[in-house]
Antibody, heavy 118, light 108 residues
């Protein structure tokens, strides 16, 4: 079946970087984009950016410009999101989610908890 | 950028109808999508393009969109419907998605 499976929980210190992976299966990886959405504890959904599964083109929310990198490996159907210079308020659940031509997100990963703690 | 406004909470008795609103400037001219997020779980798409339901979503879930308000309606509410609900659209001016702040549905 179509699914996105993310890497496990991470605990990082302030100033460090975290890299989260998202493995896609059950569909043509290059036919869809993957978006990253995060959710701080008790808060709503916040879009971070997206990457094309076809050519790796990216588009980021202004808030994360310069601090986030998104990449793909089409040979393994894995997308990666790296966030640098972590702060306490980056503590959140990070989701990858699929978007095709229609402008909504039809498949979500299970989420990866990133905790920033000293 | 475009702003979507949702009420923080909605409460409804079992078997009754819940209506969750999503306000935005002339939102009726746009396509709105809705997600349900149960505690500790990832969001799930329940309505797309204002009124369509993905396969597997009960017919009790329906959507409408007109004027400055989009609405998610849940008929014959069940205890298992308790969740946070988010509306979303794609802002063409920024080429970014926009999410509403979310509404917590409580079944009394």
């Amino acid at each position: 079946q179509v699914q996105l499976v993310q890497s496990g929980a991470e605990v990082k210190k302030p100033g460090a970087s975290v890299k989260v992976s998202c493995k896609a299966s059950g569909y043509s990886f290059t036919s869809y984009g993957l978006n990253w959405v995060r959710q701080a504890p008790g808060q709503g959904l916040e879009w971070m950016g997206r990457i094309s599964g076809y050519n790796g083109n990216t588009n980021f929310a202004q808030k994360f410009q310069g601090r986030v990198t998104m990449t793909i490996d089409t040979s393994t159907s894995i997308a990666y999101m790296e966030l640098r210079s972590l702060r306490f308020d980056d503590t959140a659940v990070y989701y990858c989610t699929r978007r095709g031509l229609p402008p909504f997100f039809d498949i979500w990963g299970q989420g990866t908890t990133v905790t920033v703690s000293s | 950028s475009y702003v979507l406004t949702q009420p923080p909470s909605v409460s409804v008795a079992p078997g009754k109808t819940a209506r969750i609103t999503c306000g935005g400037n002339n939102i009726g001219s746009k396509s709105v999508h809705w997600y349900q997020q149960r505690p500790g779980q990832a969001p799930v798409l329940v309505v797309y393009y204002n009124t369509d339901r993905p396969s597997g979503i009960p017919e009790r879930f329906s959507g409408s969109n007109s004027g400055n308000t989009a609405t998610l309606t849940i008929s014959r509410v069940e205890a298992g419907d308790e969740a946070d609900f988010y509306c979303q659209l794609w802002d063409s001016s920024s080429d970014h998605p926009v999410f509403g702040g979310g509404t917590t549905l409580t079944v009394l």
